[in-house]
């Protein structure tokens, strides 16, 4: 079985402007959630999509979005880019119950300049 | 909300024995979880408990005691391949991660 695959791997944006990261979980799974990691921070909740529907939310601004689409691949889209937002960004993919496995991609590093 | 709380680094001798700590104070506990992550790459699913007590999968054993709200992963035989980060992740409604541990295993 495939696993979770991100795109792209690699990305460099200036300030201000928006970029859409794509998360193609293992078949199968309905379940995909979002991770920033910093070596400061280490890796926080941004969301969770289960069924097309956002099921939870941590704490990021609102400039932080997300969507999954019918076919259980997600987007997560930030606008108005901070220099702050440079990280490592992980999606992963589980069948759906809250004490399932997350299985994570191997992330999409964003560099902010 | 969650704390989670884990050693910054650990080092260690190929062969040995390590022990990787972690406490947690939650609002809700669904089971706790361990990864390994190596530099550069993703997090690798390593065990799951969820009753207290002791699971052993191999080289690799995690315990839990939720009244004490404590949890370890222990390491037997270590080899230099096992040098990575060790998260430590407590799952509610969504999954809360520790800072993790940078293990450093040494010849």
């Known amino acids: 079985k495939a696993g979770v695959t991100q795109t792209p791997r690699y990305l460099i944006k200036t300030r201000g402007q928006q970029v859409t990261l794509s998360c193609s979980p293992i078949?199968?799974?309905?379940?995909v959630s979002w991770y920033q990691q910093t070596p400061g921070q280490g890796l926080q909740f941004l969301f969770e999509y289960f069924s097309e529907t956002q099921r939870n939310k941590g704490n990021f601004p609102g400039r932080f979005s997300g969507r999954q689409f019918s076919n259980s691949r997600s987007e997560m889209n930030v606008s108005t880019l901070e220099l702050g937002d440079s990280a490592l960004y992980l999606c992963?993919?589980?069948?759906?119950?809250?004490?399932?496995?997350?299985?994570f991609g191997p992330g999409t590093r964003l560099t902010v300049l | 909300g969650q704390n989670i709380d884990q050693p910054t680094e650990m080092t260690a001798t190929e062969g040995a024995i390590v022990q990787i700590n972690c406490t947690y104070q939650t609002s809700g506990f669904n089971g706790l979880f361990w990864y390994q992550q190596h530099a550069g790459e993703a997090p690798t699913f390593l065990s799951y408990n969820v009753l207290d007590g002791l699971e052993e999968k191999g080289r690799f054993s995690s315990f839990l005691s939720r009244s004490k709200g404590y949890s370890y992963l222990l390491l037997k035989e270590l080899q230099m391949k096992d040098s990575a980060s060790y998260l430590c992740a407590v799952g509610d409604s969504t999954l809360t991660f520790g800072k993790g541990t940078m293990l450093l295993v040494s010849p």
């Open positions: 078949s199968g799974h309905r379940s």
């Open positions: 992963a993919s589980s069948l759906g119950l809250t004490t399932d496995t997350q299985y």
